[in-house]
């Protein structure tokens, strides 16, 4: 446009926005939006107080601790079986004044070990499978557990006494043989050994027995 007035034109003293101030605002433009989408956010995280992201799945298993009463498995019973057993009365005693001390034996016929432990019952009898005559012997019970394997053999010392031979009041009877419970037993097995016993009352006892231990020939009673 052709200026008519005849003034110079004058430019305006308003300074113009320099690139430095531009940039500004630009940034300061950028920190509001990104503080709009942290507050569009936020009520989501509040939701779920107290919780983060969740672990990994580890393929390793849990460690579970298990409390209460704690109860062990019974362990097996590997006491010497009657049936399994061989008693007999050794041929390697002695004889006193008193009477006769000689090993009671006890052979495991099983397959496997077994255990005795204690003195047996020992009593004389009538008959094989018959009546006991008289007390039983008396026993002495502190011994060691004795592990036997197949075909091994441990004994217990035996003392039949000489008293029913010496006693005038004694109606003597011939006995022929024992009645034996091995040590723990609830069965018993007939050993054949002819004796001499008292009719009651005179009843004794007229036996003693000792602990089952190690060994063939245990006459110690």
């Known amino acids: 446009?052709?200026?008519?007035?005849?003034?110079?034109?004058?430019?305006?003293?308003?300074?113009?926005?320099?690139?430095?101030r531009a940039?500004?605002?630009a940034a300061g433009l950028a920190v509001v939006?990104?503080?709009?989408?942290c507050q569009t956010m936020a009520p989501d995280r509040l939701g779920q107080p107290g919780t983060g992201s969740p672990p990994?799945?580890?393929d390793r298993p849990s460690s579970i601790s298990l409390t209460g009463t704690s109860r062990s498995m019974p362990a097996s019973d590997s006491r010497c079986?009657?049936?399994?057993?061989?008693?007999?009365i050794?041929?390697?005693?002695?004889?006193?004044m008193q009477g006769a001390h000689v090993p009671l034996r006890f052979t495991n016929t099983g397959t496997g070990p077994c255990t005795l432990h204690g003195a047996p019952g020992v009593s004389y009898v009538a008959a094989e499978g018959g009546e006991q005559?008289?007390?039983?012997?008396?026993?002495?019970?502190?011994?060691?557990?004795?592990?036997?394997?197949p075909g091994e053999t441990a004994s217990a010392g035996l003392f039949l006494s000489s008293a029913p031979l010496k006693t005038p009041a004694c109606e003597q009877v011939v006995v022929p043989g024992l009645r034996v419970y091995p040590p723990g037993g609830t069965e018993?097995?007939?050993?054949?050994?002819?004796?001499?016993?008292?009719?009651?009352?005179r009843n004794g006892p007229f036996l003693g027995v000792g602990p089952v231990e190690p060994g063939a020939d245990n006459t110690g009673y």
């Not at 939006?33 to 989408?37: C, E, Y």
């Not at 050794?90 to 006193?96: I, T, V």
């Not at 039983?136 to 004795?146: I, K, M, S, Y």
């Open 188 to 201: 018993s097995v007939f050993v054949a050994h002819e004796s001499t016993a008292c009719e009651p009352p």
């Open 23 to 25: 940039g500004r605002v």
């Open 56 to 58: 990994a799945p580890s």
């Open 133 to 149: 005559v008289g007390e039983p012997a008396t026993r002495d019970t502190d011994g060691p557990e004795v592990t036997l394997a």
């Open 81 to 88: 079986a009657t049936a399994e057993l061989r008693v007999d």
């Open 33 to 37: 939006a990104l503080v709009g989408a």
């Open 90 to 96: 050794g041929q390697n005693g002695n004889h006193d």
């Open 1 to 20: 446009m052709t200026n008519t007035s005849g003034l110079t034109p004058q430019r305006s003293s308003r300074p113009r926005p320099t690139a430095s």
